[in-house]
């Protein structure tokens, strides 16, 4: 059974940063594509950065460019998203999600979701 695991949420100040975590069990990683999403309190889910696990190619939207960063690592079957230089409007739950690749940062595209992990940018 496929599952995904998000962990590494917490509150931070503006300009601090963290690491987001997408453990998953029932499945190798690297022949899938790993997105992360997040939704912001009364706001729709959307697209953060997605990284394809067959050629490794990665996807970043406008909003988070030059500060998040996604990786993986296929022997601890993770994915891994570094945020850096947070903002307040990145506060929302974040969730990872897995998808047939090629895939890129639409919602429709994920099949199988973690239960999400809060993110809180505040002073």
């Known amino acids: 059974q496929m599952q995904l695991v998000e962990s590494g949420g917490g509150l931070v100040q503006p300009g601090g940063s963290l690491r987001l975590s997408c453990a998953a069990s029932?499945?190798?990683?690297?022949?899938?594509?790993i997105g992360w999403f997040r939704q912001p309190p009364g706001k729709e889910r959307e697209g953060v950065s997605c990284i394809n696990g067959k050629d490794g190619s990665a996807y970043y939207a406008d909003s988070v460019k030059g500060r998040f960063t996604i990786s993986t690592d296929n022997a601890e079957n993770t994915v891994y998203l570094q945020m850096n230089s947070l903002k307040a409007e990145d506060t929302a739950v974040y969730y990872c999600?897995?998808?047939?690749?090629?895939?890129?940062?639409?919602?429709?595209?994920?099949?199988?979701w973690g239960q999400g992990t809060q993110v809180t940018v505040s002073s």
């Open positions: 029932g499945f190798p990683l690297k022949y899938y594509a």
């Open positions: 999600a897995s998808a047939i690749p090629p895939a890129g940062l639409r919602v429709y595209e994920y099949d199988y």
